[in-house]
Structures are given as structure tokens and as C-alpha cells.
């Protein structure tokens, strides 16, 4: 009798496809996953919905013109992408950008990473029921779109950047305006933070959820605040310091759990220290030119070009052939909103490159996340999901 | 650092080594295919590179006489003192294969099934080479030099059954017509 009991009770694993394009999911991905009860107990995570063959496009295309599709890998901090490709050329040419440009492409960094864990978090907790903290969150995000429009006329796909330097210079008023949009983040941060740090709401559903070790993360080679949410202090922009970081005063704020709760916290503090080098970087921004002067780089002022023969040439050239960067290959890493971005540029001397290779921060860590996501409820997936801050166009290029 | 890092690998597999160099300060070696395992075992065990980075390939067809055509490249970092290496193997056309690293880093497996998916590399040892980024009926390997970039695939049949979705009467079907996107049908 009681065994009988028990055949009733058992039941076979239920499938569940979650996604690809499922409401509680910021991003195309599809999750096969076989459920026991609520409790995951497997999960094959599938990509790809977004694939547009970034790699084999960028082979078909001069290396300037592949500033606009590094924007569209991670969207939500284009700038990032264009100085992480801008710098893998510039290494394979061995140039060296000019410091005020140095500054800017710091500055206008950070500012789109702020815009990235804005976006990350926002997403988080209105898929955690929280809908009006998203438009917190959406409110301070929109001081950045509307500074970076002003600098580089988009709001999301910049492309601002070109080998050797930046489109333009800064617009009047820049500086002052962006003076002034710090203590409004702050203010907005302050309101977040007393909204989630310590709610016991948004805590239950993410303290101890989605954890994984120090040696799985480095295994997995994930970076950015996934693995800084496990205590390991990696942060491109302190360990291998690129373009003027080292000039500035910051710290790498790190987790202990390597949970959900410690990503949200590491994002939270990494934008109040985002604030700090933005901060910095208005006082101690130099005057100077944002190119450097080489004619096989860039391009000339619009009066050479219409006034000299050689200005006319040098446009033209540059137009219609592009850089040619001296063959060899280089690989060139910066700290994108998820972690190390990089580029492996290959060239042969040629106006196209033979290989450009971006490597995604979010793809080690979407690998790792089927494992992280077996043993826990079909309700936390979103809250660890929400936590990776997957972006679909640099997870699938 | 550097040059120490080179010589180590060096010493340890004289015979496996092709080449070696520095190029923008990106300290790279290029090893023969068959000690791809036995060189990530050292550098892993004894040299302590146990943050892996990257995987990928390039396909160097008509570009370089004399070297096998496709090459493996991978990116490794260590933590303590944040040392990178690039280690690199060249594979042969037809058939190229080299041994799967996922015994060594977890993070291997992902990039690998890319790289199979896009260059037609096989990892000897990696179980799940299902593709990733592209849908399981994709013909050929995307990323190889001779796939033309503007190449097209095959239509693949809609899910379910395809007769019941659009009715083909045997007429039209004789005439190439597609009855549900036909404009005769309108009239």
C-alpha cells in the first residue's frame, strides 16, 4: 500500500524551454531545462539568436569601418568596445594616442559603465518585481545618454573613436554639465541604495543564490564584477593599467559570497568609484589635440582638404583606403562592464584585417551559468540570470 | 618577466617549440600540435597560468607558403602576478584536430564548440561540439577564408508539418508556384 502510495507521487522530469524570447529575460537565449517539482535539475543553456558573424563581417571590412559594429557588441557601453578595438589597432601600429585623448576615452568609459551596471541592475530588479526602482535607475542612466549625446551626437551607438584618437573634441560646456550630473547620480544611487542594499525582499531572493567558487570562476576564465563578487580582486584597470588609469585614485570593490547579492553590491560600489575617476578626470583633463598628427591616421582639418593638393590626397586615401596597419597580430584588453574585453587583431599589411576576434566578457561566465543554475528553483533563475548581465550582442556577436 | 617566461617553455620542450616572440610585448609561442596537452599541463601545473582567457583560430589560406593553413591561438593570464602568454599550434586542411584543453579549464569547452562551429576544428576529447552560435542545420564553416561572405543557406522546412501549413495542390506545384504566396490566388 504505501509503495503504491509513492508510484503516485512520482513523476516524470518536466522540459521547459525558457526563452528565447521569454518576458522575465533581458536578452534572446534559450535555457533547456528539466524541472523535478520547481527545482532545476538540468540546464543546457543555447545562445545564438543574435548571431550576426561580427568576425566574418569585420574580415570584409576596412579597420575604421568596424568602429560602428564594435558598438553594437555590448550596447549598453558602446565607448568601452570602441577604445578595447581602438587599442588593439593601436598596438598593432605601436601608436600612442595623444594624453587628452587618453583622458576623454577614460572619462566617456566610465560614464557608459555606469550606464552598463545601471542598465544591468534596473533590469535585475524590475525582473524581480521592482518596477519603479527601474525607472530610478533609468532616470540616472539618462544623465549619461544625454551627456554622451552631446558629445558624440547618438545615444547609443557612438562610434566616436578612430584609430589614433577620437572623432572630435569635447563640446562647450561639457565639462560643466557633467560637474553637475555627478551629485545628481549620487543622489539617485543614494535612493537605490536605500531601496535594495539592505531590503529584505529583494535580500531573500538573492542572498546565496547563484553562487559559485573562487577557482570554478578563473577556471571558467569569467572576469568583472562576476569574479569580484567571489573576492578575487582582478580589475584590468588596476592589474595591467592602460591609458591613464594609474593616474588616478580608485579602488576595486570586491564581494565574499560570489552570490547574486555580492554582484549587485560590487556593481553598486564600482559606480560610486566610476564617479570618482570621472571626477577626477574633469579637474585634471589637459589642453591638446584628441588625434595624433600623422597623415596615415587621420584624417586632415576640412581647410587643408579643400584649400592643398596634399590635404585633398591625404582625405581621399584615407576615405577610400583606409589604414594599413603592419603585419603582425596583438591582442589588447580593457575592462568593459562585465569584465576583460578583448580584441586579437591579426593584419598582413593590408586595409582589412585577417582575423579580429573580440572576446566576450559575458561568454566564459553564460558557459558557466548552466552548472551555477542546477539545484536551485525555476524562480531563481531569473535572479541569476538578471545578475550575469548577458549581452546578447556581445554574447553572440 | 618576460623573456624568463619564453625560456622556461623552452627549456622544458625544446623539440615542441617552432617559434617564439614578443611582439608588442604579447609573449607568444607556437608549438607543434601534438604536445598542444602536455604544454597546457606545464604551463597550468608549473608556471601557474590558471586564468584562461580566449580561444580561437585563424585561417591563413594563400596568405603564408609553407605553414599549415589553420591556427589555434589561446590567450592565458595567471593571478598572482597577472603574467599572459599566447600559445598557438598550426593545423593542417582536411581534417584539422588537435586535442580538447576542457581536462585542464572549464572555460575551454564553450570556445571550443565555437571554434569547431566556425572553422570545422575538431577537439579530441570535448564531448559537446553541438553548435553554438549557429542553428544545427547551418552548411559548411562560416569563418573559413573560402566561405564566401555573402553565401546563402539552405531553407530549412518550418517547424511541424510543412503540407499542412501551405496546401500544395499538384497543378501549381508543376508550375513552381507557391499557392500561399502566389498572386493569381488573390484574384
Given amino acids: 500500500m504505501e509503495l503504491e502510495d509513492k508510484k503516485d507521487l512520482e ?155 577620437a572623432r572630435w573634441d569635447l563640446p562647450d560646456g561639457f565639462t560643466a554639465k557633467a560637474k553637475a550630473a555627478i551629485p545628481e547620480t549620487r543622489r539617485i544611487l543614494r535612493e537605490i541604495d536605500g531601496l535594495f542594499t539592505k531590503n529584505r525582499i529583494f535580500m531573500d531572493r538573492v542572498v546565496n543564490i547563484g553562487v559559485i567558487s573562487r577557482e570554478d570562476a578563473i577556471s571558467y576564465g569569467i572576469t568583472g564584477p562576476f569574479l569580484r563578487s567571489t573576492g578575487v580582486g582582478y580589475d584590468v584597470r588596476k592589474a595591467h593599467p592602460y591609458l591613464v588609469y594609474n593616474e588616478f585614485d580608485f579602488e576595486i570593490p570586491t564581494g565574499q559570497n ?67 596597419p603592419p603585419p603582425g597580430e596583438a591582442y589588447a584588453y580593457v575592462e568593459g562592464g562585465n569584465g576583460e574585453l578583448g580584441f586579437y587583431v591579426v593584419s598582413d599589411g593590408g586595409n582589412k584585417p585577417v582575423k579580429c576576434r573580440c572576446r566576450p566578457p559575458c561568454f566564459p561566465i553564460m558557459s558557466a551559468v548552466g552548472g551555477i543554475i542546477v539545484g536551485h528553483m525555476l524562480a531563481d533563475i531569473i535572479a541569476i540570470f538578471g545578475s550575469v548581465n548577458m549581452i546578447g550582442g556581445e554574447m553572440d556577436r | 618577466m618576460s623573456k624568463e617566461l619564453l625560456q622556461k617553455v623552452l627549456e622544458r620542450f625544446p623539440e615542441a617549440v617552432e617559434e617564439s616572440h614578443s611582439l ?79 581536462s585542464l579549464y572549464k572555460g575551454a569547452a564553450w570556445m571550443e564548440r565555437e571554434c569547431h562551429e566556425m572553422y570545422g576544428i575538431v577537439f579530441k576529447g570535448n564531448a559537446d561540439l553541438r553548435p553554438l552560435l549557429l542553428y544545427p542545420e547551418f552548411k559548411g564553416y562560416p569563418l573559413r577564408k573560402d566561405y564566401p561572405i555573402d553565401k546563402r543557406q539552405p531553407r530549412i522546412p518550418l517547424l511541424g508539418s510543412e503540407e499542412r501549413r501551405f496546401p500544395k495542390p499538384a497543378d501549381e506545384t508543376a508550375h513552381g508556384h507557391d499557392p500561399a504566396f502566389s498572386r493569381e490566388k488573390k484574384q
Avoid at chain 1, 589642453?287 to 598628427?293: C, E, L
Avoid at chain 2, 580561437?56 to 602576478?81: C, F, I, N, S
Fill in chain 1, 11 to 165: 513523476s516524470d522530469l518536466l522540459e521547459v524551454m525558457l526563452g528565447p524570447s521569454h518576458p522575465a529575460t533581458h536578452g534572446t537565449i534559450q535555457m533547456r531545462l528539466k524541472l523535478d517539482g520547481e527545482k532545476v535539475v538540468f540546464c543546457d543553456v543555447e545562445p545564438g539568436y543574435l548571431h550576426r558573424g561580427f568576425e566574418k563581417e569585420c574580415e570584409d571590412h576596412r579597420w575604421n569601418q568596424i568602429f560602428p559594429y564594435t558598438d553594437r557588441l555590448n550596447y549598453v557601453s558602446p565607448i568601452i568596445n570602441n577604445v578595447g578595438f581602438a587599442m588593439a589597432v593601436e598596438k598593432l601600429c605601436d601608436i600612442e594616442v595623444p594624453v587628452r585623448c587618453q583622458y576623454l576615452r577614460v572619462m566617456l568609459s566610465e560614464m557608459t559603465r555606469i550606464t552598463d551596471h545601471l542598465t544591468c541592475l534596473a533590469a535585475v530588479v524590475m525582473e524581480l518585481g521592482a518596477f519603479t526602482a527601474f525607472l530610478y535607475f533609468v532616470k540616472a542612466r539618462e544623465l549619461y545618454y544625454n551627456l554622451l549625446e552631446s558629445v558624440t551626437g547618438a545615444r547609443l551607438t557612438y562610434s566616436w573613436l578612430r584609430v589614433g584618437g
Fill in chain 1, 258 to 324: 560570489g552570490d547574486s547579492y555580492d554582484r549587485y553590491s560590487v556593481r553598486m560600489r564600482e559606480m560610486e568609484q566610476s564617479l570618482r575617476i570621472i571626477e577626477q578626470a574633469i579637474t585634471k583633463l589637459p589642453a591638446g589635440p584628441v588625434s595624433i598628427d600623422d597623415s596615415r591616421f587621420t584624417l586632415p582639418d576640412k581647410e587643408a582638404v579643400y584649400n592643398s593638393i596634399e590635404g585633398t590626397i591625404n582625405h581621399f586615401k584615407l576615405v577610400f583606403d583606409d589604414i594599413h
Fill in chain 2, 24 to 102: 608588442h610585448g604579447d609573449e607568444t609561442v607556437r608549438i607543434k600540435p601534438e604536445r598542444w596537452l602536455a604544454v597546457f599541463s606545464f604551463l597550468r601545473d608549473h608556471l601557474e597560468f590558471d586564468h584562461w582567457i580566449d580561444l580561437t583560430a585563424v585561417d591563413y589560406l594563400g596568405r603564408e607558403q609553407g605553414l599549415p593553413r589553420y591556427e589555434v591561438v589561446v590567450h592565458l593570464r595567471r593571478m598572482k602576478d597577472g603574467g599572459r602568454i599566447r600559445v598557438k599550434a598550426r593545423l593542417s586542411e582536411g581534417g584539422p584536430a588537435i586535442d580538447s584543453l576542457t
